[in-house]
């Protein structure tokens, strides 16, 4: 049964942010741009197509099995296997990437859901699945949502584990001091966010925007766990208020 939570957990990609795009050979233009040697004359393209084919083994590999990759220290070894050097700081060549790859944007109505949160005392932080790293994270988030007040962002690229592995919702838990039925997590992803918070303890709400998922399919079957369904952070503010 939903209660007014102590805490609140929100994932990042698609429920905090909206991604319209996702142009990957993009990203990795933007990183050769910033290329002082490249002793194999790799060209951006075949950059983009190694890179990529890499990714996938790797995820294809690891994500069955809960496990996250550390997409920083793949993308350091794939330019030093490649004679790649830079003019750059590894860190500062991860977050132009990222930002040429896909640009992103406030959902609609978060700032005022955060600000409800703020209002009304309610903890806040943040849970992600990705390979990027947990500062390239930060770093996106703190320009996107300058109004937040996050107590901490948690990417899973920062440890072992990924959603919907229990291990990585009780990290955040552990690391915030709580426990789970003073929780709320709330996500777009069935399996990742909704089912692996309840597999964690935590009440789900499934955040089903309207909007549709640029890198994911749309999941075929609702969550097999108990969870509240909200189409906009207005409709869950209200909800949220009628707890209070």
Sequence with gaps: MLQK??????DYGHTLCYE???DYP?????VMEHAVENRSG???????AL??????????ATRPLELETDGFKLDAELYECLGLEFDLPLEELEYIRWRATEPIMPMEGIEGFLALCAEKGIRTA???NLSYSG???RRRIDETLPFHRFEFILASSEGVFRKPSERIFRRAMARARVTPEKCWFI???????IEGAARAGIYPVWYKSPLKCTYKPESKTPPQCEFTRVESWDELGDILRGLI
């Design 5 to 10: 939570p102590e805490m609140i957990f929100f």
């Design 20 to 22: 319209p795009v996702q």
């Design 187 to 193: 996500g777009d992803d069935v399996r990742c966010d």
């Design 126 to 128: 943040v849970i992600s």
């Design 135 to 137: 500062a390239a994270l």
């Design 51 to 60: 890179c990529m084919s890499t990714y996938r083994r790797v995820w294809d």
């Design 26 to 30: 993009a990203g990795w233009a933007a």
């Design 42 to 48: 790799v060209t951006a393209e075949e950059l983009a």
